[in-house]
């Protein structure tokens, strides 16, 4: 095939274009990790893209052959931290694959975060949890790799089938009594009194669970940004469940976060920390337990819960190993240097 590629930003709100992008997409992740592919629905991704964020700049594109879309690309821009990054993405389906529509794409996305000043890109690929660990011989990260991207973290994908039983759940809490701390609950947007705390916490994520090679930094603890991310998590139909364990001083010692999807129905593990004060005590998988309890509680219908973790996270991967989660995939951050 040898006909001229174009590249096309999409605009989001424009229904048509959209949704030829997201479904080349949802085709590519299909096409790599089959029935444990993680695809945000389409109404999800049309949400996000459309939401005038003080945070982050999104934009999207399409590779166009003889005025066919034979790929699709991302790319996003944090604004406030972080801001000699880019995370950029190429998504072909396997029938383009090889013949030029990835390198095109990603040729233009990196030119693009180059003119905004950035010098740092990650991405991310997915393999399946029985390739090998680095991800050798996979069509994602060898694909990266030709590119100049290494592999800085390799993360398990995990699901766990619900219902957990309940007298499970109540094992595991009298193992963890978390004494000296009260637990406290709730669904969705995070209490006016805790919203600093939680906010602040959950910005230090990226940098406090093991970064590997990353070149990254924590993020923004702002209030507002927090609330308008949980205003756009409303928009796409999505539900959150929180849990906290608070210190006899009445700060947040620990917390988690469960995402559920109205579209597909799915739970998905957010974030999770402790306090480096508060290590030691179990804080950990209690509050997953008291999460999981409540979802279980409020969503019986939920069917699975996935999670991402560092493999090298030994004790977050033995807090899931003990909840029954099962590795289904593998994921790789990538990184590359500009310049």
Do not use: C
């Not at 085709?27 to 049309?46: F, H, P, Q, V």
């Not at 993405?89 to 529509?101: D, K």
């Not at 680095?134 to 766990?160: K, M, T, V, W």
């Amino acid at each position: 095939m040898t006909s001229e590629i174009e590249i096309r930003r999409v605009d989001p709100f424009d229904t048509v274009e959209h949704n030829l992008w997201w479904q080349t997409y949802a085709e590519a992740k299909r096409a790599d990790m089959g029935e444990n592919a993680l695809i945000w629905t389409l109404e999800e991704s049309r949400a996000e893209m459309q939401q005038r964020s003080a945070t982050t700049e999104r934009r999207t594109y399409v590779a166009l052959r003889e005025g066919s879309v034979v790929g699709g690309g991302s790319m996003a821009l944090p604004l406030k931290d972080n801001v000699h990054t880019a995370a950029v993405g190429v998504t072909v389906p396997f029938a383009h694959r090889r013949h030029g529509v990835g390198s095109a794409l990603l040729a233009h996305i990196e030119a693009e975060a180059a003119a905004a000043g950035r010098t740092t890109l990650r991405a991310e690929t997915a393999w399946s949890a029985a390739a090998p660990e680095d991800g050798s011989g996979e069509p994602g990260i060898e694909f990266a790799r030709h590119h100049g991207y290494a592999l800085a973290l390799g993360d398990l994908q995990n699901r766990l089938e619900l219902p957990v039983d309940d007298a499970v759940i109540a094992e595991l809490l009298a193992e963890t009594p978390a004494t000296g701390y009260a637990i406290r609950s709730w669904v969705g947007p995070v209490p006016d009194e805790h919203i600093a705390e939680w906010a602040a916490l959950d910005a230090t994520l990226d940098t406090e669970a093991p970064t590997g090679e990353l070149d990254i930094e924590a993020a923004s603890a702002d209030v507002d940004d927090y609330r308008a991310d949980e205003a756009v998590q409303a928009a796409q139909g999505r539900t959150s469940y929180g849990t906290v364990a608070l210190a006899s001083d009445g700060r947040i010692a620990a917390y988690t976060q469960i995402v559920v999807s109205g579209d597909d129905g799915n739970a998905y593990q957010w974030g999770t920390l402790v306090q480096r004060e508060d290590r030691g005590h179990r804080l950990g998988l209690r509050v997953k337990l008291e999460n999981l309890r409540m979802l279980q509680h409020h969503s019986p219908e939920t069917p699975r819960i996935y999670t991402y973790n560092a493999e090298s996270n030994a004790h977050m991967l033995a807090v899931n190993t003990r909840l029954g989660f099962e590795a289904t995939g593998r994921l790789g951050e990538l990184q590359k240097r500009l310049g």
